[in-house]
């Protein structure tokens, strides 16, 4: 079989990453093998280029060493300040240049076997695929529901009444819990955000990530409109990464951004009535959380009834290139 070789950027988002970022470059020369002898993609003299959003630690200088001793092309672009994910995202497209595919990645996922080649191949091959996304696993080896429905009213309605993760087993949420969808290359509205492999051809109909979403929202926002343009986002089931984050699940500043940017994408795609039952939907649901005693939820739901913005305090502190888990039920 002819073996085809395209050009690929990855762009890696960070903010104080020193600690995750040497392991991604660790696991790069495993993720661009070519593991099957019958995968017809290759790539050529990839290049890793790092966004990083005003980092204090030595992420940048851990970066140069990871990418030395993993001998891949480094290229860095400083934001100049902590401007969040979708800007990372952004200006590290932009210094790609005339590739055929930029892989997105969080700094905290690690490669398994040809799992690169694999998401490329399935990129090329299939017809209206502009996004591919792996299959993840937690640290521990668990299979994450990464993959998602198109956000919704009802969806919402029965995430608040009986929890994610029941709802999800139910099929009737976001989330896509039937493990036979993550053994075949499933079509979904969406996937969380940690790895994605876009076309170029995706990323000029498309346009930029939109900045407004600070983080969370904007990867669900870039595939609903790659959707509206006739783009299918599809799961590579035979490439498979594994992601060490998920600080969403612990901590009450990122469930309140979280919360209110579900909310913000709803009202960029719906009028103002729907947008506020949706809202208020997803008020009820912090409201019952919060009565059990939870942390995240009673700062969510500060939030949603102030309409204050959760921006400023990660100028300071949390980052805008972490986790994207699935929601606590």
Same mark, same amino acid.
């Given at each position: 079989?002819?073996?085809?070789?395209?050009?690929?950027?990855?762009?890696?988002?960070?903010? $104080?990453?020193?600690?995750?970022?040497?392991?991604?470059?660790?696991?790069?020369?495993?993720?661009?093998?070519?593991?099957?002898?019958?995968?017809?993609?290759?790539?050529?003299?990839?290049?890793?280029?790092?966004?990083?959003?005003?980092?204090?630690?030595?992420?940048?200088?851990?970066?140069?060493?990871?990418?030395?001793?993993?001998?891949?092309?480094?290229?860095?672009?400083?934001?100049?300040?902590?401007?969040?994910?979708?800007?990372?995202? =952004?200006?590290?497209?932009?210094?790609?240049?005339?590739?055929?595919?930029?892989?997105?990645? =969080?700094?905290?996922?690690?490669?398994?076997?040809?799992?690169?080649?694999?998401?490329?191949?399935?990129?090329?091959?299939?017809?209206?695929?502009?996004?591919?996304?792996?299959?993840?696993?937690?640290?521990?080896? *668990?299979?994450?529901?990464?993959?998602?429905?198109?956000?919704?009213?009802?969806?919402?309605?029965?995430?608040?009444?009986?929890? $994610?993760?029941?709802?999800? *087993?139910?099929?009737?949420?976001?989330?896509?819990?039937?493990?036979?969808?993550?053994?075949?290359?499933?079509?979904?509205? &969406?996937?969380?955000?940690?790895?994605?492999?876009?076309?170029?051809?995706?990323? =000029?109909?498309?346009?930029? &990530?939109?900045?407004?979403?600070?983080?969370?929202?904007?990867?669900?926002?870039?595939?609903?409109?790659?959707?509206? *343009?006739?783009?299918?986002?599809?799961?590579?089931?035979?490439?498979?990464?594994?992601?060490?984050?998920?600080?969403?699940?612990?901590?009450?500043?990122? &469930?309140?951004?979280?919360?209110? $940017?579900?909310?913000?994408?709803?009202?960029?795609?719906?009028?103002?009535?729907?947008?506020?039952?949706?809202?208020?939907?997803?008020?009820?649901?912090?409201?019952?959380?919060?009565?059990?005693?939870?942390?995240?939820?009673?700062?969510?739901?500060?939030?949603?009834?102030? =309409?204050?913005?959760?921006?400023?305090?990660?100028?300071?502190?949390?980052?805008?290139?972490?986790?994207?888990?699935?929601?606590?039920?």
């Amino acid at each position: 079989m002819t073996l085809r070789s395209y050009r690929v950027a990855i762009v890696v988002v960070t903010h $104080n990453s020193a600690a995750v970022l040497p392991g991604f470059f660790d696991s790069l020369a495993a993720g661009l093998r070519d593991a099957d002898p019958d995968t017809p993609a290759g790539i050529d003299d990839p290049v890793v280029i790092v966004a990083d959003n005003d980092s204090r630690d030595d992420t940048l200088a851990r970066a140069a060493d990871a990418a030395q001793a993993a001998r891949v092309t480094l290229e860095v672009v400083r934001l100049g300040g902590n401007r969040g994910y979708a800007a990372g995202v =952004n200006a590290g497209t932009a210094a790609a240049g005339d590739v055929d595919a930029v892989l997105v990645a =969080n700094p905290d996922v690690r490669f398994t076997d040809g799992a690169l080649p694999r998401m490329l191949a399935r990129l090329h091959a299939t017809p209206r695929v502009g996004i591919v996304v792996p299959r993840i696993r937690s640290a521990d080896g *668990r299979l994450s529901f990464s993959l998602r429905r198109s956000p919704s009213l009802l969806r919402a309605a029965a995430e608040a009444l009986v929890g $994610n993760e029941r709802a999800a *087993r139910l099929g009737i949420g976001e989330i896509i819990a039937d493990e036979r969808a993550y053994q075949q290359a499933t079509v979904a509205a &969406w996937a969380t955000g940690c790895a994605m492999l876009i076309s170029r051809e995706c990323l =000029n109909a498309v346009g930029p &990530w939109d900045e407004s979403f600070f983080l969370y929202s904007e990867e669900t926002d870039f595939a609903l409109r790659a959707h509206d *343009r006739g783009f299918l986002l599809q799961l590579e089931p035979r490439a498979e990464i594994v992601h060490l984050g998920g600080e969403s699940r612990i901590s009450p500043q990122l &469930w309140s951004l979280l919360a209110v $940017n579900r909310v913000r994408l709803y009202r960029k795609r719906h009028g103002a009535a729907a947008t506020a039952l949706f809202r208020g939907v997803v008020i009820a649901r912090e409201l019952s959380r919060a009565a059990l005693g939870s942390a995240p939820s009673r700062a969510a739901l500060r939030v949603l009834l102030t =309409n204050a913005d959760p921006v400023p305090g990660f100028l300071d502190g949390e980052t805008p290139g972490g986790s994207r888990r699935g929601a606590p039920g």
